[in-house]
């Protein structure tokens, strides 16, 4: 079983920076492939950004590349996903997500291919 906790989410204004992270338990956490995904107010939650195990494939959604890096750091279990260039539009909750595949060699994107979910942390872009 893996737990994931998110954090860093908060309040900026457009064209500001942050930087969330998602905290894993579970040794496995390092063999996993990883996705970011948010969802705005009224809206359904979509996707944002995977990696594979590895980290060195990633994607991304058309909306946040070139903004938004994702990166995990498997020794500390950790996956972080560093948003600048934000805008009022990427206001939502964003979730990181896992995926019961041991060395995944790819990323996901869509939802019900990750089988583990944080609880999620508000991001607020003010105009």
């Not at 309040?11 to 992270?21: K, N, P």
């Not at 390092?30 to 060195?56: C, H, T």
Request: glycine share 12%.
């Amino acid at each position: 079983q893996v737990q994931l906790v998110e954090s860093g989410g908060g309040l900026v204004q457009a064209g500001g920076s942050l930087r969330l992270s998602c905290a894993a338990s579970g040794r496995t956490f390092s063999m996993y492939p990883l996705g970011w995904f948010r969802q705005g107010p009224g809206k359904e939650r979509e996707f944002v950004a995977s990696i594979n195990w590895a980290g060195d494939n990633t994607n991304y959604a058309d909306s946040v590349k070139g903004r938004f890096t994702i990166s995990r750091d498997n020794a500390k279990s950790t996956v972080y996903l560093q948003m600048n260039s934000l805008r009022p539009e990427d206001t939502a909750v964003y979730y990181c997500a896992a995926r019961n595949q041991r060395f995944g060699s790819r990323g996901y994107s869509k939802d019900l291919e990750y089988d583990y979910w944080g609880q999620g942390t508000q991001v607020t872009v003010s105009s």
